[in-house]
């Protein structure tokens, strides 16, 4: 049984056969029944699978789809409002907030890859011909390329013909296609970008963009679009005929300016991150904000200023972090879209790393490129914990972006799936409306929001723990945990301490001293879980988040040490240390630790 939908396998599919899942092409045979007789019958039609209840008029069917393997054939049973809606079918034949019958045969599933960094099916490809090989072209790369006129539904679109000129670099191209940089902004926008990263030699591709991803591609959208055109998505093929990577340059020496293609990729295109409003900043969201972009590298080369010019002397510092956190980003995003997530993800935390500090909203002194690089590193890093599973330093993240960015609706989005991953379901639905307000048209924002409010409205009248359920239930999840602990089942014991603090979710500081006592050491065990993983920009979220219950707490502040020491930010773990040997002067493991950071050399330092 499916959340409002019932099903009933007729014909079962054979083994291992295709799911379809995301933003796939499926084909399928649908007949649609209710009490007054047949309603509808589509057969053989294809459509994506998460437009396909908008396109067959029949909200549920992407759920009910998505339980499907190609060959079965099924009934399924829809709730009225997953069916046609309290409204019925619009004047046609169904009764109103009627429950629907409908025979469903799913026939084939195509891939499709959401090359989207944020997941929101904003680009999209299909795969028609693979290419060949496993190079991809990268940043500065020379493409040459032949684009399928766009379309939209049946009638095509003529590409504007003024992008087109001074694009072409040398002779001998092939009739129908152009040459040029991947990352000319002339010619190339950001879903093309993406797209084209991703591609292969001899590689032809469908590609699907929203219509404001479409607005930004100069050779992929219509040169007047009317108001009809500019709301529906824009289609084209794209075949990688050949391409030649940039050649390499060497490091630059300590003065030296940037190379020309790393400034490139700082376009603002690149750098920005969709502003919006909200109010749903987590607890401790500031400490994670100043502590994960504070610094940059004092002794590295001056590079060119990625808003134009260039910067040296005192500024340098700045300069250069920016434009190399941009560069980060943009390879980072080249990553992901070509599959390789983990290095993606390592890339956007090296970016973060590299960035100054990032000024709190009106505080008089913000720098717009910063907030910017510094909301959308944020955000892809939340989204990068979700995938790994990780929904608290995703929480994190999302509650970081919104400090400095309050007006994010993707930061809004990414807090919303986290606290619904932490079974924070009430608050989630929060951070979802709050989203709904900011992005009013956005179907992954819509369905998450609607999904969470049925959620929430399901469980009625069933209130909050009381503080003494809560205490025990959470007792018994960390005294549980600490006996995996001790007995080396280490995954396990931290899964049981990330359970135990998604029962205190609801519990905030300093409402009951008990339940703040065991926060703090839930926070601090899952700090030392994330530390023993090798990921110490989450144990930072977690000592933080500590030392909100407890400021004193002196293990807080040696996770704080410990994670900061990890990241190479000397300067702020020795500050972190000292207050822990303060708070407990004979412990041999503060001890130790300072010692270890005051004797690590280098590290980054603090910028003046």
Known sequence: MLSGVAKETLTP??????????ADDVTVSVSVRHSGGEAARHARVEVPLHLAGERLGLRGLPFALGSMAVGERARFLFAPELGYGPRGDAGRVAPLDTDLQAEVELHAVAEVEDLSTDGDRTVL??????????????????????????????????????????????????????????????????????????MRR???ALLTLSPEEARHEPLLAPASPGAALA?????????LVSFRQAREVAAPHRGDAQPRHAAAAASPAAASAAPMAAGAGGAGSAAVVAG?????????????????????????????????????????????????????????????????P???????????????????????????????????????????????????????????????????????????AAAVREAPTSAPVLQLHAS????????????????????????????QANGLFAGGRHDEACTEYARGMALLGSSPAGTDAALSTLATALRNNLANCALLAKRP??????????????????????????????????????AAAALAQEASPSNAEVVKLRAAIDAAPGGFTNRA
């Open 13 to 22: 599919p054979l083994a291992g056969a295709a799911r379809p899942s995301g």
């Open 125 to 198: 490809k299909r795969v028609l011909t693979p290419g060949k090989g496993s190079e991809t072209p990268s940043t500065g790369a020379t493409v040459t390329i032949r684009i399928g006129a766009p379309r939209l539904h049946d009638e095509t679109l003529v590409p504007a013909a003024a992008a087109l000129a001074g694009v072409a670099e040398g002779e001998g191209a092939a009739a129908g296609t152009v040459a040029l940089r991947v990352d000319d902004s002339r010619a190339v926008g950001e879903a093309l970008r993406l797209a084209l990263h991703s």
């Open 202 to 204: 001899g590689e032809l």
């Open 231 to 239: 709301a529906q998505p824009v289609v084209a093929t794209v075949e």
């Open 292 to 356: 994960a972009s504070s610094e940059a590298r004092s002794d590295g080369p001056v590079e060119a200023d990625a808003l134009g010019g260039s910067s040296v002397g005192a500024g340098a510092g700045v300069a250069g972090g920016i434009a190399s956190a941009v560069s980060l980003k943009e390879e980072g995003n080249r990553l992901f879209s070509s599959g390789r997530r983990d290095e993606a993800c390592e890339t956007y935390a090296r970016a973060l790393v590299t960035l100054p």
């Open 358 to 432: 990032v000024q709190p909203p009106h505080a008089g002194a913000e720098d717009p490129a910063e907030v910017s690089v510094a909301v959308a590193l944020h955000n892809n890093l939340a989204h990068c914990a979700l995938l790994s599973q990780r929904p608290a330093e995703a929480l994190g993240h999302a509650d970081a972006a919104l400090a400095i960015a309050p007006a994010s609706a993707r930061a809004l989005y990414r807090r919303a799936q986290a606290l619904d991953a932490l079974g924070r379901v009430h608050q989630a639905e929060v951070a979802a």
């Open 452 to 479: 969470l409010a049925r959620r929430v409205a399901t469980a009625g009248a069933v209130g909050p723990m009381a503080a003494a359920e809560l205490l025990a239930a959470a007792s018994a999840v960390k005294d």
């Open 537 to 574: 920009a989450e144990a930072l979220v977690h000592a933080d988040a500590a030392l909100q219950r407890t400021p004193g707490s002196a293990k807080a502040l040696y996770r704080r040490a410990q994670a900061l020491h990890a990241l190479g930010r000397r300067t702020e773990a020795q």
